[in-house]
C-alpha cells in the first residue's frame, strides 16, 4: 500500500522486473554494469487529474536501479564472492 | 531487500487500469512484460485467460520517445486482438533494438511474428502515425 499526496492510500502492482546490461567499455567480465528496471503500476493520479483522463488514469514506473545501488554496496566487483552471497540472498 | 541509495529514473506513463482490475486474481500470469535493447522502449501484454467482452488480448508499446515534454504524458500505443489468437514477445538476433510479437493463431495454428518499428521520434503528434506495422516478416 502506497500513500498520496492528499493521504488516501492505494495499491501498486509491480508487472516485471527487467535486468539491463550495458557492455560499452567491455574489457573483461567486471566492466559491464546491470540496471534493474521495475515496472510498477498504479492509481498514482489525484482525483482532479483523473476527472481529466477517464480512461487512461493509472500510470507505470519505470524504476531503473543499478545492481551495486540496489544491493547497498558501492564501487565492489560484482564478480566478487560478497556480492555472488547477496546476490543468491535476495534475488533467487 | 534493502532500500536502494538512488534511484537513476522514474518515469510515468498512462496505462489503462483494466489490465489489472478486470483480472484480479490472475493479473501476475496475465501480464508480460519486455523492453527493446536500450531499454527506450517496453511493450506489454496482457493475455487473460478468461476473455469476456470488455477483455481481450491487448498488445501495449510505450517509452521515452513517447513522452512529448518532461510534463507531459502521451497516450500509449496499444492494438487489441481477436479472440481466437493470443500473442507472445518475440526477439530478432539482427534487428535488437526494436520490438517484436508473435501472433499464434488458435484455430488455425498459425504463427506470424510482427516488427513494431517506432521511427519520427522527434515528430510526435500523434502515436498512430509514429509508429507503424511491417507484417512483411513473416518467419514461419
Not at chain 1, 488514469?57 to 555472488?84: H, M, R, V
Not at chain 2, 510505450?62 to 496499444?78: A, R, S, T, V
Not at chain 2, 486482438?81 to 510479437?101: A, M, T
Not at chain 2, 498459425?110 to 515528430?123: F, H, S
Request: a negative charge; glycine letters at 4%; charged letters at 25%.
Amino acid at each position: 500500500m502506497l500513500t498520496k499526496e492528499d493521504g488516501t492510500q492505494f495499491e501498486a502492482y509491480e508487472l516485471g522486473l527487467l535486468v539491463k546490461e550495458t557492455r560499452e567499455d567491455y574489457k573483461g567480465e567486471a566492466d559491464h554494469h546491470e540496471y534493474f528496471h521495475f515496472y510498477i503500476m498504479g492509481d498514482f493520479f489525484t482525483e482532479d487529474i483523473k476527472s481529466h483522463q477517464p480512461i487512461l488514469n493509472w500510470t507505470l514506473i519505470d524504476l531503473e536501479i543499478e545492481q551495486t545501488d540496489i544491493l547497498n554496496i558501492q564501487g565492489a566487483d560484482p564478480y566478487s564472492d560478497e556480492i555472488k552471497e547477496k546476490q543468491r540472498k535476495y534475488l533467487i | 531487500m534493502p532500500t536502494p541509495n538512488k534511484v537513476l529514473s522514474h518515469v510515468h506513463y498512462l496505462v489503462d487500469p483494466c489490465i489489472v482490475t478486470l483480472s484480479k486474481f490472475n493479473w501476475e500470469n496475465n501480464i508480460s512484460i519486455a523492453a527493446n535493447r536500450l531499454f527506450d522502449q517496453f511493450a506489454i501484454i496482457d493475455n487473460p485467460h478468461i476473455l469476456g467482452p470488455k477483455q481481450m488480448v491487448t498488445y501495449y508499446v510505450n517509452g521515452i520517445h513517447f513522452k512529448k515534454q518532461e510534463d507531459q504524458l502521451n497516450h500509449p500505443y496499444y492494438i487489441k486482438i481477436n479472440h481466437d489468437c493470443f500473442l507472445q514477445h518475440g526477439r530478432n538476433s539482427y534487428v535488437k533494438n526494436e520490438l517484436f510479437y508473435t501472433l499464434f493463431k488458435r484455430a488455425t495454428n498459425e504463427r506470424q511474428t510482427i516488427l513494431v518499428k517506432t521511427t519520427d521520434y522527434d515528430a510526435c503528434k500523434c502515436v498512430s502515425q509514429n509508429i507503424r506495422l511491417d507484417n512483411s516478416n513473416i518467419l514461419s
